[in-house]
């Protein structure tokens, strides 16, 4: 069943779920896919090319998600994929405006996995390297032949089904599949006091030394590993 509405209209959405949910009752998975590309430098980019991409991915998927969040909750299942990419978790030359809106999705993914947790909604990311109508024009048709969708297609069924993982980044494309993590480094302690910038510089391969490095549960760990360096140096002296 097709729906032509605009998510980046909350109540166009709503009515979306509405429609859905009177033709089946229930709504069990939502993939979050709604896409545009205004590609340019940042110098030369306008903000209303900026701002048009972040609502449309970002405002896309938090108003599809707001509109299936009560639901889900209350039946005690759902499974919500977002569909990231590489650009917003690695960068991309041009693609500031869907960068910062890609990886942005990650971020809703990692509190909303949390939230949702509890009422079995597992939340995950995507990050697709496929053909599509955005991309059609930018690459070789070799590499577009090899890129088919359908190569992705396991990684978000994986994402979407009864058994899927929680927090998981993967990313798929040609029939390869990966997984992204953001990670937390040991780091060390520099201290307070004027000459802590100085001290941090010196030590700054020490602090993103990534061996013992961790994916964090939540982002009280970040503190909690902070405090502890802090407590431990202040037990020393």
Known sequence: MADGGDV???????????????????IDILVNNAGVLRDKSFAKMSLDDFRRVMDVHLMG???CTKAVWALMNEQKYGRIVMTTSSSGLYGNFGQSNYGAAKLALVGLMQTLS????????????LAPTAATRMTEDLM????????????VVPAMLVLAGQAAPNRTILCAGAGSFEAAHITLTNGAWSGLGSDAPERLAERLAEVTDRSG???????AAQGSNEVGKAMAHAGRH
């Open 140 to 151: 070789p048709e070799a590499v577009l032949e090899a890129l088919k969708p359908q190569a």
């Open 61 to 63: 998927a938090v108003h």
């Open 114 to 125: 949390i939230e949702g947790a509890k009422n079995d909604i597992r939340v995950n990311c």
């Open 213 to 219: 490095e961790i994916v964090p549960q939540s982002g």
């Open 8 to 26: 980046t209209q909350f109540a166009q959405m709503e009515a979306m779920v509405a429609r859905a949910l009177g033709e089946w009752g229930r």
